[in-house]
């Protein structure tokens, strides 16, 4: 396999490296040293060993809270407002409800059917108190998501897994690889990269500078070459290292849907042929900070290729948190992961419970 070197300017890096010929993710020249220990700093890696279940837990459960601090706060707001002064659920304080909901991006079908369960279903003495009613909204936000279709089964054991990243250029899909590579790293297991954007030189060597962050092999081919035979590449590699997970990066803008599908339908082949033995799936990553955007983008894909799941991106950088209920629940998609900041650790498995109880409590 052949390795190019990338163009330096053309995309973003993963944040504390510095890019080619000493130049920081900016292209402003810089010191060596000032570089490698940035990234030094920034390249920590968690210990192999994984923490006590609990530590584990409180550990997701505060990087859930602070990736969703904007969505809460403007939303615990604009509650508070609604509720303020107000010891009945009348038809002025739901349309308020109504209103909040809207805004923080859960759409209008969601935001409608969950504040018709909170009009049927809260008690006097919810009513009369905005705290327990928030409380209530919580329960039935999970309820509605726990009604929706589930996450796919737990990977078999002894099984490999291929994971097919798709999304539009833009939304952290290369990051997003990085977080699922560091997830499997975490749960011990031994994790393989494939850059299969080959339409993007940065693509190639953002990820190649994220695999040697995580201690993770990148296979790679230069700038144009054939995705599918990058995939190929990887899946024998795969089979050869007997790795556990396999993250294919795809290319997200084509000129036009019918390129994209071909391409797509190309390294599909390549996958049911050469990992029919395999798990595999087809992850599709979303912009959180798009809102409405971001479902049109979902429809998009649905078309192209079977998605079964979603991984929301940039959750920690938008006000518009609700998304996660409106993908859900709009596109009958199951939503897998959170990405709740810009480290690589900074990926959450998607849990109803938790995830109203941060945004609601």
Do not use: C
């Amino acid at each position: 396999m052949t390795v190019m070197t990338p163009d330096a300017g053309d995309d973003e890096r993963p944040a504390g490296r510095a890019a080619p010929g000493g130049r920081d993710p900016q292209g402003v020249p810089r010191q060596a040293g000032a570089a490698a220990g940035g990234a030094q700093e920034a390249l920590e890696l968690a210990p192999e060993a994984r923490p006590p279940e609990e530590a584990e837990q409180r550990g997701i459960w505060q990087k859930l809270r602070r990736g969703l601090t904007m969505t809460h706060t403007e939303l615990i707001d604009k509650l508070g407002a609604a509720f303020e002064g107000r010891a009945v659920l009348d038809d002025a304080t739901l349309e308020y409800l109504e209103e909040a909901l809207i805004a923080a991006d859960l759409g209008v079908d969601t935001s409608l059917a969950l504040v018709e369960r909170v009009k049927r279903n809260a008690t006097r003495d919810q009513a009369s108190s905005p705290a327990r009613l928030r409380k209530l909204l919580a329960d039935e936000m999970a309820g509605l998501l726990e009604e929706l279709p589930r996450r796919p089964a737990r990977e078999a054991a002894g099984l490999p897994q291929l994971t097919l990243v798709v999304g539009v250029n833009g939304v952290g899909k290369t990051t997003s690889i990085a977080k699922l590579a560091r997830l499997a790293q975490q749960r011990g297991q031994r994790v393989l990269i494939a850059a299969a954007d080959t339409f993007r030189a940065a693509a190639i060597e953002q990820l190649s500078l994220w695999g040697e962050r995580l201690g993770v092999e990148v296979i790679r081919q230069p700038f144009g070459a054939d995705p599918a035979a990058v995939v190929f590449d990887a899946i024998q590699a795969g089979r050869a290292r007997r790795v556990d997970q396999l993250q294919v990066d795809t290319a997200g803008r084509q000129h036009t849907k019918e390129h994209l599908m071909a391409e797509l339908g190309k390294v599909r082949r390549v996958i049911d042929r050469e990992a029919a033995d395999w798990q595999r799936r087809t992850l599709l990553v979303l912009d959180a900070t798009t809102g409405q955007n971001a479902l049109a983008q979902a429809r998009t894909f649905s078309q192209v290729v079977p998605v079964d799941g979603v991984l929301l991106a940039k959750l920690d950088g938008t006000a518009k948190g609700g998304m996660a209920v409106a993908v859900a629940r709009e596109l009958a998609l199951p939503v897998l992961y959170l990405g709740v900041g810009e480290s690589a650790d900074d990926l959450v498995e998607f849990r109803p419970r938790e995830f109203a109880a941060a945004l609601l409590g």
